[in-house]
């Protein structure tokens, strides 16, 4: 190896301090790597080189400060001198060409669209360039993720991963590879030529390379797939290489749909009730949840509780397919070559893939409406009422309410993503030590919270576009647009009346992640699904 490709590895085991915590043994440091003494140091890093700026190495007889990801004013000084080496022109920032630039002279090769993504990443105020303060957290909070992928590789707990360990891992992803390949994993990151490798040699070999989702994250931390809140607005989750190419995201999302389909019967008589008080009820008829109970089942019965709940279970599966596929395809629009998209890039990609399942199945989104708002006798079943709303009020009638419902995607699915991926990291950053997983009730808590602030954020649209498929139920009443309605509501109801029906919408949210969960992963364990 040239002196100049050994200089970023050598640079950034300097950087990064080897601190060690109470629970550690002598000798391991807090990623699981042997603590290097100066005797051994020779062997490790053979090339030698000078100081990249006067104060680099810190006193040898001075320790370490102790810190819990890295932190300390000795590396913190380091962190300076990293910085300035990246900083080419000396304008206080890092930007694309100076990452190019700067990491070519350390011996780095990195595309420039892996570079593009390293400043996307770590670049909060948005202007093009990381500053010492957003290059500093970019590399801590980097770094903490690798730190967990390296734990979960690491089956003996030795502190080294060696090529029986990376082939047991993939293993148990569902891929299969020979110990020459495995060999070959190993020898890419290898400084020393054991051919194991330890913290220091995987930290350094993928610290500036941006990973948005590191795959053991994307494998604990799935969303839309597991849990079903009866809506269908979410983005779609990630899935990791291993999965697409083993076929296990399709039990995944057969899984998914199973679990849905049990979540929404057993939530089905508060669905029906939310549609209820949402076209019914207004000041002079209040309509209170007991009440709407009590007339549903003097209707129809207690089965006319679950009318409409055949169409809502029907329509998962065609739609989390359209979604599915159209998010991949999406994906490779943008033109992401990597494996995971940044949190702008899903949202987009995610709402354009709702925008089309919407489409695709909207007709049996306002059957179900009709349907959970029909009387005793009017139709003998799903097709019947198709046939009635097709003889009576054409085809356009099946596209009521489309443009409130297409406006909701927006909203909902932004919201719910940016409070769950903001709870996500949250998490990572403060409780993750061994493993990404965050146990059922982290990912429940969060879920739910995700999902309420997105149903809250979109709910007005959501009233205005069931109102729409149901004018035509609501005899003698107007015919209103979108904008009419909305205006309709304000004058006569006050703001309070776009959120009709809101408190049987919010008692149907943890019962449904609940249920959807378990059912999921009792599904899982069925199809064979493997988490880890």
């Excluded at 900083?87 to 595309?111: E, Q």
């Excluded at 009521?400 to 409070?419: E, H, Q, R, S, T």
């Excluded at 903001?422 to 059922?440: C, E, H, I, M, Y």
Aim: aromatic share 6%; with cysteine.
């Amino acid at each position: 190896m040239h002196r100049q490709g050994a200089l970023m590895p050598s640079l950034l085991s300097d950087v990064f301090c080897q601190c060690r915590s109470a629970e550690s043994h002598p000798g391991v440091d807090p990623g699981g790597g042997h603590a290097e003494d100066p005797s051994s140091a020779a062997t490790s890093k053979p090339v030698s080189r000078k100081p990249v700026a006067g104060e680099w190495h810190s006193n040898p007889g001075q320790s370490e400060h102790p810190c819990d990801i890295c932190g300390g004013p000795e590396q913190e000084h380091r962190l300076k001198v990293l910085f300035q080496v990246l900083d080419v022109n000396g304008d206080g920032g890092i930007c694309v060409n100076d990452l190019t630039i700067g990491l070519k002279k350390l011996g780095v090769h990195r595309t420039e669209h892996e570079l593009m993504k390293i400043v996307k990443a770590g670049d909060k105020d948005l202007d093009g360039q990381l500053d010492f303060e957003e290059f500093v957290h970019y590399l801590r909070d980097h770094e903490k993720k690798l730190r967990l992928v390296f734990k979960s590789l690491d089956k003996k707990n030795d502190g080294r991963i060696d090529s029986q360990e990376i082939m047991q891992s993939l293993r148990d992803l569902g891929v299969n590879i020979s110990e020459e390949q495995a060999e070959k994993i190993l020898k890419s990151m290898d400084k020393n030529g054991t051919m194991t490798i330890d913290w220091n040699e995987w930290r350094d070999y993928h610290l500036l390379h941006p990973a948005d989702n590191i795959p053991e994250i994307i494998l604990y931390w799935k969303h839309s797939t597991i849990f079903d809140v009866g809506e269908s607005l979410l983005v779609p989750d990630e899935f990791t290489a291993e999965e697409k190419k083993t076929g296990m995201l399709w039990r995944h999302l057969v899984a998914g749909g199973g679990a849905g389909a049990v979540s929404r019967t057993c939530t089905a008589p508060l669905d029906r009730l939310k549609v209820l008080m949402q076209v019914h009820s207004s000041k002079s008829n209040s309509m209170r949840i007991a009440g709407g109970f009590a007339q549903m089942i003097r209707e129809g019965g207690v089965r006319s509780l679950w009318r409409g709940n055949g169409i809502n279970v029907i329509k998962i599966a065609p739609e989390s397919a359209i979604k599915f596929m159209a998010y991949e395809q999406i994906k490779r629009l943008i033109g992401s070559n990597q494996e995971t998209l940044g949190i702008g890039e899903r949202l987009v990609a995610g709402s354009l893939a709702g925008v089309i399942a919407q489409s695709s199945i909207y007709p049996m989104e306002v059957l179900k409406t009709r349907l959970a708002l029909r009387k005793t006798g009017q139709y003998s079943g799903i097709l019947d009422c198709a046939k009635h709303i097709f003889r009576k009020e054409g085809v356009a009638a099946f596209y009521k309410g489309y443009i409130p419902n297409m406006l909701g995607i927006i909203p909902y699915a932004g919201i719910d993503l940016a409070v769950y991926e903001t709870l996500k990291n949250s998490w990572l950053q403060r409780f993750a030590t061994d493993s990404a997983d965050p146990g059922v009730f982290v990912l429940l808590a969060c879920c739910t919270t995700s999902s309420t602030c997105g149903q809250l954020s979109s709910y007005p649209l959501a009233l205005v576009r069931t109102r729409m498929q149901a004018q035509a139920t609501l005899e003698g009443g107007p015919q209103m647009s979108m904008t009419s309605l909305f205006r309709h509501i304000i004058r006569t109801e006050g703001p309070m009346g776009l959120y009709r029906g809101l408190a049987p919408n919010f008692m149907k949210v943890i019962p449904s992640v609940s249920i959807s969960y378990v059912v999921y992963e009792y599904l899982k364990i069925k199809l064979g699904v493997q988490s880890k």
